[in-house]
């Protein structure tokens, strides 16, 4: 099993994914956990949120780990297949990361991590390192927008970057929020997903100029971001993850084992291809407008 030196939080070398909200991050995240033995985020953890490390280390002494989860999410969040998967299941970790980082107006980090804040960002992610004996993953596209100061905290991180058409980036969140809208969920409020700086201007627009506008503002600012982690990272495109799972695993672990994290496999699981969601789901019109608008943007 993969042991890394979690006694000098400095040392921690986590891996991050990150992406547009849409962009296929959870598949590619359901694929590694299946295939790889991780430590992560998981919901009871979350749900914990102000002592994660103690709460995982119960649920590693109470409750069994499944040995797979299906390859089956809504919007992000994966489905849970029994008590033990409800237990174990992936999470973003929203909660975990608000204790650090901002929710509200946006979810960008800008600066003003104190030191106490840094050490115990390390001290978290080392202590699942340590619990586990795992390497530590976590999917998170809010960290789209934060990457700057995940690495001042974890220099050592690698950085996953999943990269989809904005087309249909863009529709998929334009979908997300009429969903939302047709539900009834949070009144008013029919945004979706990842809060970039131009959140404040975004917010009052209809919802198909807000998914244009979130999906560029998001492709910008990551962009400047990806900056400061240019030579730890690797960028993967959603219709290969779609196409050949096996070929990008691969040059993932290859990733990171040149950087020190060695990656064991969980057993004789295979990645078969996916159905990829490359399509117009939207009129006719709709679609057209969209694509008309992400030029404009």
Known sequence: MFRQNSDNVHKVAPVFMVGLPRSGTTLLYQLLLNHFHWSY????????????????????????????????????????????????????????????????????????LSAADREEMRATVAGFVKISGNPFLNKNPRNSVRLIGLIEVFPNALVIVVKRQSLYVAQSLYIARMRRQSDGKNGNNRWWGTKPKEFINLKNLDPLRQAVGQTRAIERELKTQLLSCANRSIEVDYQDICERPGEVLAEIQT????????????????????????KRNVSESEFDSIAKLLNEF
Request: charged fraction near 25%.
């Open 41 to 112: 985020f998981t919901r009871w953890s979350d749900c914990c949120y102000l002592t994660p490390v103690t709460a995982y280390r119960i649920q590693q002494l109470i409750f069994p780990k499944p040995r797979y989860f299906e390859y089956e999410s809504e919007y992000g969040k994966l489905k849970d297949q029994g008590y033990l998967s409800t237990v174990w299941r992936p999470v973003e970790g929203h909660r975990i990361w608000e204790r650090w980082f901002p929710r509200e107006p946006t979810h960008c980090y800008e600066s003003g």
């Open 255 to 278: 990733l990171c084992t040149k950087n020190g994290i060695e990656l064991q496999r969980t057993g004789d699981c295979k990645a078969t291809p996916f159905p990829i969601g490359n």
